[in-house]
């Protein structure tokens, strides 16, 4: 089993409509990456989080330490929000390198 | 800030050949991590190293693979008598140390494909 699990694999959403992808952990971890991939590789870092709730524009990550989930929330998708989103673990006392779940490869139809 | 840069963009070889990448993370940044990223996967962690100490090697990191951070600034990445298994997406990325959980910046990494 995967330190970092993420569900779902691949989604498909129409244009407008609410996407959550969810994130379980089985590490003890510093905090937590929510990371956006576009094709061609290069990777943006979205969120870090260690508790509760951030927001960025259209963007929601939460996460609940004592159940060792977190989900990103995309409001009002659009096609522009097309690519891999990828959750990392930053494990402690490991010089808080990167644990990886397999990312979810979301499609926005317009 | 000119951001984490990684170069080359893509590397094409023959199998057999020796490749060497190189990294150049955020100036004030003393931790320098590589990660590895195999096509529909997530990434996997490498190395990493805190100013030029490179202080963990992931089982990844068979004999043919070596880092280097000889100043603590750049990095270098060289895989030696490749194979077709090392075509991947190799991945650099960078963090301060002060304070707390500080965030890693990723470079757009190298594409290395083996024929």
């Known amino acids: 089993k995967n330190e970092v699990e993420q569900s779902p694999q691949n989604l498909t959403a129409q244009e407008g409509e609410f996407i959550t992808i969810n994130c379980s952990y089985s590490v003890g971890i510093s905090a937590l990456h929510w990371l956006q991939q576009h094709p061609g590789g290069g990777i943006v870092s979205l969120f870090m989080?260690?508790?509760g709730k951030k927001k960025h524009g259209r963007l929601i990550a939460t996460i609940n330490i004592q159940e060792k989930h977190s989900s990103l929330h995309i409001t009002a998708s659009h096609p522009r929000d097309s690519a891999v989103y990828i959750c990392?673990?930053?494990?402690?006392?490991?010089?808080?390198?990167?644990?990886f779940g397999g990312g979810t490869r979301v499609l926005v139809k317009p | 800030d000119t951001g984490v840069s990684q170069d080359p963009r893509h590397k094409i070889t023959k199998r057999g050949q020796n490749v060497t990448f190189r990294c150049d993370p955020i100036s004030e940044h003393n931790r320098l991590y590589w990660y590895r990223q195999t096509l529909g996967q997530g990434p996997e962690f490498l190395t990493y190293?805190?100013?030029?100490?490179?202080?963990?090697k992931s089982r990844l990191l068979s004999d043919r693979f070596s880092a280097e951070r000889p100043k603590g600034s750049f990095s270098t990445l060289e895989i030696q008598r490749t194979e077709q298994g090392d075509s991947a997406m190799y991945l650099c990325?960078?963090?301060?140390?002060?304070?707390?959980?500080?965030?890693?910046?990723f470079g757009d990494g190298t594409r290395l494909s083996i024929l």
């Open positions: 990392a673990a930053m494990i402690k006392a490991a010089g808080n390198k990167l644990t």
């Open positions: 190293f805190q100013n030029e100490a490179q202080l963990e």
């Open positions: 990325a960078s963090s301060s140390t002060g304070g707390s959980n500080q965030p890693q910046h």
């Open positions: 989080l260690s508790s």
